[in-house]
């Protein structure tokens, strides 16, 4: 299945998005900017870029498992829906102790491209019944 990402760079030094190996499962992003993010705090990193991608995906924009690792960073904030043309920017929180010094060029987060199912959705009375009921957290064991 092939997906068009058309990616506008914003500034000269935006760098477009990668992926390291064909059968990588994300895309990697940059920082088009230095900031840096103190401890228990986050911050809004630009990625420096606007896209177009084939109606019908989205992008989720996820930990790097190195930095949420090493450098307790995490992504509170990214969803990128086909038809948006504004600026990508990712939301990270500092779960470390010390602050973190995100670099322009830094490879800050990454992209997973996934199917937007159409939803219809309907107000109704009642619910089936399942063998799970309501069971919420915790209710399936440890």
Aim: glycine share 12%; hydrophobic share 40%.
């Amino acid at each position: 299945m092939l997906v068009d990402m058309k990616v506008k760079r914003l500034w000269e030094h935006s760098k477009l998005p990668v992926k390291a190996h064909e059968n990588d499962f994300g895309i990697d992003f940059f920082a088009a900017e230095t900031k840096k993010i103190w401890p228990r705090k986050r911050e809004l990193i630009s990625l420096g870029i606007e896209t177009a991608i084939t109606p019908g995906f989205g992008v989720l924009l996820c930990d790097r498992s190195g930095m949420a690792v090493t450098g307790g960073l995490h992504v509170i904030a990214g969803v990128i829906d086909c038809d948006y043309r504004g600026e990508w920017k990712v939301c990270l929180i500092n779960l470390d102790q010390n602050g973190r010094v995100i670099e322009r060029g830094d490879k800050i987060v990454q992209g997973i491209v996934v199917p937007v199912p159409i939803v219809q959705i309907q107000e109704v009375t009642s619910l089936d019944e399942t063998e799970r009921g309501i069971g919420g957290f915790g209710s399936t064991g440890d």
